[in-house]
């Protein structure tokens, strides 16, 4: 547990509450005596997340299957995934300090979302600045195999 999302759970954990949650015959047999709204809504916004991630894959499933170039939208799609990996874990792990569990939700929908948005399109930049880099390259080739070009080289 990151240390943001255990400060959130516990600071509204005050003795007066955990003096009430054990008397409280819900929590009876309970050793952690934990946060029960606190559980619902971290329950809550992980299966929201998990619903996220699935009809990602299959969307992103679909843009690769449908694709005049799928290599090519496979290599974005993954960079796009790695970008929403990344930005969804540090966008939840603030939006967790900042408002708790949904704080946390939003933080790493927002996250996940701009960071799946930057990796793709940073790859496709990548792979559209290394094709223009390769025809540069084979128009220099070109130019070499011309016999006056030779010959100037050679003088």
Not at 71 to 76: G, P
């Amino acid at each position: 547990m990151t240390k943001p999302y255990q400060e959130a759970l516990e600071k509204d954990r005050s003795i007066e509450g955990e003096k009430a949650k054990a008397a409280d015959p819900n929590y009876v047999g309970n050793n952690r005596k934990s946060n029960f709204e606190v559980n619902e809504a971290s329950a809550t916004t992980k299966a929201l997340g998990l619903s996220f991630l699935i009809v990602g894959a299959v969307q992103s499933s679909y843009t690769i299957a449908t694709s005049k170039d799928p290599v090519k939208e496979t290599v974005t799609e993954g960079a796009g995934w790695a970008g929403a990996i990344w930005g969804g874990a540090q966008g939840a792990e603030y939006g967790t300090a900042i408002g708790g569990p949904w704080g946390g939700f939003v933080g790493g929908f927002v996250g996940g979302v701009g960071g799946f948005v930057l990796g793709k399109n940073g790859s496709e930049a990548a792979i559209e600045a290394t094709k223009g880099a390769a025809k540069k390259n084979q128009e220099n080739i070109k130019k070499i195999d011309d016999p006056n070009v030779l010959y100037m080289m050679a003088h």
